[in-house]
């Protein structure tokens, strides 16, 4: 069975300062797909990243970073210089049926930014 | 924007009434999911659907039934609507180019059973 652990329930810091979301998954596929989703206080769900478990490098996209280690099963999210705007809750996602895709979560961290 | 709509987009019920959520998208993608949210749980998928008339069960999909008679429309149905299904639903598409794994959202149907 495939599982995703968020253990940070909800991280608070102030405005510029570098946070990291944690994300562990469990799975016994070889080939599996990550996802990174963000949920502002809107209600919307938003797509941020995939990556793919044959691809290990690690991907910057401007003040967003996600490092991917297969030997510790993490897929971690940093936000450098974070900002009020990145308030939001952010889940981790695990898919491992390469045609149904379908979603397995994590619980989700709720990161708040104190201006 | 994948072009995906909801609706309703917030329902109250009561315990024991049949309850309908609509989902549709405008892209003519394959693959269309039902999921729920609840607190502490994340989102859990309920159902999913693989083509006009093809679907198949999530992790939670126990109370629910879904039905895809048109590419663009997928609906999610409760037969008899409980407290436990008081809950944020989300449908979403797995869109983009051919080939792509990742699934759009949805805005949610925020639904109350009473």
């Known amino acids: 069975a495939q599982k995703v652990t968020q253990a940070q329930t909800e991280i608070s810091v102030v405005e510029k300062e570098d946070v990291t979301l944690d994300c562990v998954y469990e799975?016994?596929?070889?080939?599996?797909?990550l996802f990174w989703y963000k949920q502002p206080p809107s209600g919307e769900l938003v797509f941020l990243i995939r990556?793919?478990?044959?691809?290990?490098q690690n991907e910057i996209s401007g003040r967003y970073s996600w490092n991917f280690q297969k030997s510790t099963s993490s897929f971690n999210f940093t936000i450098t210089a974070s900002q009020v705007v990145d308030s939001a809750v952010y889940f981790c996602?695990?898919?491992?049926?390469?045609?149904?895709?379908?979603?397995?979560f994590g619980q989700g961290t709720r990161l708040t930014i104190n201006p | 924007d994948a072009g995906i709509t909801q609706s309703p987009r917030h329902k109250v019920t009561e315990t024991g009434t049949p309850v309908t959520l609509r989902c549709h998208q405008t892209?003519?993608?394959?693959?269309m999911y039902w999921y729920r949210q609840d607190p502490g749980h994340g989102l859990r998928l309920i159902h999913y659907?693989?083509?006009?008339?093809?679907?198949d069960k999530g992790e939670v999909s126990d109370g629910y039934s879904v039905s895809r008679s048109k590419t663009e429309d997928f609906l999610l149905t409760l037969e008899s609507a409980t407290s436990s299904q008081t809950s944020v639903y989300f449908c979403?598409?797995?869109?983009?180019?051919?080939?792509?794994?990742?699934?759009?959202f949805g805005p949610g149907t925020r639904l109350t059973v009473t």
């Open positions: 979403a598409i797995r869109g983009g180019l051919a080939g792509s794994y990742e699934q759009y």
């Open positions: 799975t016994r596929d070889t080939t599996y797909y």
């Open positions: 990556r793919n478990s044959f691809d290990e």
């Open positions: 996602a695990l898919s491992t049926d390469r045609g149904a895709q379908k979603l397995v």
């Open positions: 892209e003519n993608h394959r693959y």
């Open positions: 659907s693989y083509g006009v008339k093809d679907t």
